[in-house]
């Protein structure tokens, strides 16, 4: 009884924390929802006229939403690059912000399941992918195996998460016993969720372009760039706004495992791109499309070239320690590698899989304006999901939220906050 009392209380405190906060915080939390009411508008007039609202055709019927929903799904694997060090490793830095990791795994996820939501030409026909309901298809379906592990993923995440908080909340140093084995499965489930998703592309024959083997090792390895290039910055966000302390040791660690990362990505590109190019079939119709272009058809090409020179100066900047460490190109870099692999997974997979289509046409593909303020609106959610999840862990981290009002001296804790490296 007294646990129920102690989740409620929790809960109740969590929402207490969301609703107070200074003039710059519901600045930011009124964008966000400002946002989320434009997208919701425009995406009730999708709903009215279908998918003709979108500049998808029959050529290409997978196009920004989709995009969208493939560099999250990375994003969302990104905690896998802190648990890593931390627990397998067992390197103390990065153990203080592995929760960070979980929580924009957790908001990634959201912002996936509504990317397909909105291009579902009939969404409210999702109870037949509920078992007992309707039939997921398992194991025949890559789609029903997406289906899985997402929401699997999203559920572990989860739990993990309000184990350690209200563990924290409570005063009490989490239990090895329960919360190490789900952070060391969750390595596996962060690998899984992107295996996954890259077969579901790989595994359609009509599209050589993503019919290559190494498609599943291309994006876990862009995925360990994007998702941390978010947490560096709200590493130094949180250390400058408020008590948390989180060494300078954790950041430039996590700089330099996405160099490595990235700079295994490029070389997977570079092998594709050879293949293709030097073998010379009719396949290089679809790379050639991505980088020079088909006659007048050159739209995507000066995207594809700023994502590879976003990628290749980010490498360099994260590979020198000298400008790792430097915060200018330390944000510098954050940028330049988010950007770069939003555009290799967006318009550099989705569009050049399928232009040409299977008959040789080729429609020039662009996002509507209802694409775009409806892909806002859903990334307004997932940065209000965050913002919300991060304004109660960190004073939780910090010892400012507990049972009782108790401080943070009453269990082990280091100079910023609980300390998870028992």
């Known amino acids: ?9 929790f809960a109740l405190g969590s929402l207490r924390i969301v609703v107070r906060g200074n003039a710059l915080y519901w600045l930011w939390v009124a964008g966000l929802l400002a946002l989320i009411a434009v997208g919701a508008c425009f995406y009730v007039g999708q709903l009215g006229s279908g998918l003709i609202a979108t500049n ?7 196009a920004f939403y989709i995009g969208n929903f493939t560099f999250l799904v990375g994003v969302a694997a990104a905690a896998v690059l802190l648990v890593i060090p931390a627990y397998v490793y067992n390197w103390k830095p990065i153990k203080e912000v592995v929760i960070l990791g979980e929580l924009l795994a957790i908001a990634s996820i959201a912002m996936c399941g509504l990317f397909v939501t909105v291009d579902i030409g009939r969404p409210e026909r999702f109870w037949h992918l509920i078992p007992g309901l309707g039939l997921l298809n398992v194991p025949n379906s890559l789609l029903a195996w997406d289906v899985i592990v997402l929401n699997g993923y999203l559920v572990l995440n989860f739990v993990i998460v309000t184990y350690l908080l209200f563990s924290l909340y409570r005063g009490r140093v989490p239990n090895k016993k329960v919360f190490l084995p789900l952070v060391l499965f969750s390595i596996p489930a962060a690998i899984a969720i992107h295996t996954v998703t890259a077969f579901l592309y790989n595994g359609l024959p009509a599209r050589p372009f993503w019919n290559a083997s190494i498609l599943a ?3 876990i390895a862009s995925a360990l760039c994007s998702g941390p290039a978010v947490l560096l910055i709200l590493m130094q966000l949180l250390r400058r706004f408020t008590r948390f302390e989180i060494d300078d040791l954790a950041i430039w660690k996590v700089a330099e495992l996405m160099a490595y990362a990235m700079a295994v990505n490029l070389f997977l590109l570079g092998a ?4 293709d190019v030097y073998s010379d079939t009719e396949h290089l119709v679809h790379m050639r499309y991505m980088f020079v272009g088909i006659g007048e058809h050159t739209a995507i090409v000066p995207w594809m070239w700023l994502s590879v020179g976003c990628s290749l100066v980010a490498f360099l900047l994260f590979l020198v320690p000298k400008t790792r460490a430097h915060p200018v190109t330390l944000n510098l870099g954050c940028v330049l590698i988010w950007l770069g692999v939003y555009l290799e997974k967006g318009m550099g997979l989705v569009i050049p899989g399928l232009t040409p289509d299977t ?10 304006p209802t694409e775009v303020w409806i892909a806002a609106g859903i990334f307004s959610v997932g940065f209000l999901l965050f913002t919300l999840m991060v304004k109660v862990a960190t004073p939780i981290m910090l010892g400012e939220f507990r049972v009782g009002g108790a401080s943070a001296g009453q269990t082990s804790a280091t100079p910023g906050g609980v300390s998870l490296a028992h």
């Open 56 to 62: 998808m055709r029959d050529q290409v019927s997978w």
């Open 217 to 219: 090792p291309r994006f």
């Open 1 to 9: 009884m007294a646990t129920i009392r102690h989740f409620a209380d």
């Open 359 to 368: 008959l040789g046409e080729i429609y020039e593909y662009s996002p509507s």
């Open 272 to 275: 594709e791109v050879f293949k």
